[in-house]
Nanobody, 122 residues
Framework: VQLQASGGGLVQAGASLRLSCAAS????????MGWFRQAPGKEREFVAA????????YYADSVKGRFTISRDNAKNTVYLQMNSLRPEDTAVYYC????????????????WGQGTQVTVSS
């Protein structure tokens, strides 16, 4: 599975962005998907995850109520709608795919996209 993240950019605090992650290559079917982020000098951290069917979603406490993860399996694409952005949301955002394990652990994920930069100015 190849993953291509897009949609990042430079915005002001309070603005919104929608990230997309397009999957290609091996079948996308059966994979749960997650978004992680990594700020300069910090470890990569979990942001959100969604199961294959979309029936279950999970969020980090820091983004709960502001970010929404969704997927369109017909388009092999996962989205991260980010509202009310804050300067502390500034990071490179990565999408990833996994079949089993803990959704919040990077070690559970089999495939990773290249990342897209999100910068939020105050």
């Amino acid at each position: 599975v190849q993953l291509q993240a897009s949609g990042g950019g430079l915005v002001q605090a309070g603005a919104s962005l929608r990230l997309s992650c397009a999957a290609s290559g091996r079948t996308f079917r059966g994979y749960s998907m997650g978004w992680f982020r990594q700020a300069p000098g910090k470890e990569r951290e979990f942001v959100a995850a969604i199961t294959w069917s979309g029936s279950n979603t999970y969020y980090a406490d820091s983004v709960k109520g502001r970010f929404t993860i969704s997927r369109d399996n017909a388009k092999n694409t996962v989205y991260l709608q980010m509202n009310s952005l804050r300067p502390e949301d500034t990071a490179v955002y990565y999408c990833a795919a996994y079949r089993s394990g803990s959704y919040y652990r990077t070690s559970s994920y089999d495939y990773w996209g290249q990342g897209t930069q999100v910068t939020v100015s105050s």
